[in-house]
């Protein structure tokens, strides 16, 4: 069985700063992809950052130069470092990893986190 168990979130002002962080345990062969979505009240689920094994991070336009994903495998723990923070970053944030369970699996596994808030305001 798979857990992902994140924290970090909370509630911090405009220019601030916040470092989530999740992390995978259970009976798994590989992470091919880890990475953090978020998703504020009344609007659809977004990918924020991922991290694949390519070592290459993506992230959506609204973080860039201000959000740093970043993983541990020996940890197998991903992170996400916020600064410059804004009213707008304020949503529950999910961690997700794409597991390969077993030897010979060929399709990945999505896995999500219970979801961290994080909350941006005076």
């Known amino acids: 069985q798979v857990q992902l168990v994140e924290s970090g979130g909370g509630l911090v002002q405009p220019g601030g700063s916040l470092r989530l962080s999740c992390r995978a345990s259970?009976?798994?062969?590989?992470?091919?992809?880890m990475g953090w979505y978020r998703q504020a009240p009344g609007k659809q689920r977004e990918l924020v950052a991922v991290?694949?094994?390519?070592?290459?991070?993506n992230y959506t336009d609204s973080v860039k130069d201000r959000f740093t994903i970043s993983r541990d495998n020996a940890k197998n723990t991903v992170y996400l470092q916020m600064n410059s923070l804004k009213p707008e970053d304020t949503a529950i944030y999910y961690c997700?990893?794409?597991?390969?369970?077993?030897?010979?699996?060929?399709?990945?596994?999505?896995?999500w986190g219970q979801g961290t808030q994080v909350a941006v305001s005076y």
């Open positions: 997700n990893v794409a597991m390969i369970l077993r030897l010979g699996q060929t399709n990945p596994r999505d896995y």
């Open positions: 259970g009976n798994f062969f590989s992470i091919n992809a």
């Open positions: 991290l694949t094994n390519s070592g290459k991070p």
